[in-house]
């Protein structure tokens, strides 16, 4: 499957932004997806994942209550709906297909190396 992720921006604190993702190729095997943000000079983290179908969704602490992640499989899209967003929410935001969700206790809760397939990123920037 190939992800292409779009909706970036600049947006002041406490603002919203949409962030989708669109994916195509062999969208028939069931994928869970991901998203990951980058900051610079920062190492990637998971902040969300959603189930092949939708029905399970996991987050990590610094986002859980006021992002939202959801998907269209009529449309193969995904989406995060992005609120209260902070200036710490700067970042280039990537989406990712793997297999499944899986959650880590402890500061990373997603890893980057059970995601095969990755979009390019898009960029948001919160200013305060």
């Known amino acids: 499957v190939q992800l292409q992720a779009s909706g970036g921006g600049l947006v002041q604190a406490g603002g919203s932004l949409r962030l989708s993702c669109a994916a195509s190729?062999?969208?028939?095997?069931?994928?869970?997806v991901g998203w990951f943000r980058q900051a610079p000079g920062k190492r990637r983290e998971g902040i969300s994942c959603?189930?092949?179908?939708?029905?399970?969704?996991y987050y990590t602490d610094s986002v859980r209550g006021r992002f939202a992640i959801s998907r269209d499989n009529a449309k193969n899209a995904i989406y995060l709906q992005m609120n209260s967003l902070r200036p710490e929410d700067t970042a280039v935001y990537y989406c990712a297909a793997g297999r499944r969700c899986k959650y880590y206790t402890g500061t990373y809760n997603f890893r980057a190396a059970d995601f095969g397939s990755w979009g390019q990123g898009t960029q948001v920037t919160v200013s305060s």
């Open positions: 190729g062999s969208t028939s095997d069931y994928y869970a």
């Open positions: 959603i189930s092949s179908n939708g029905g399970t969704t």
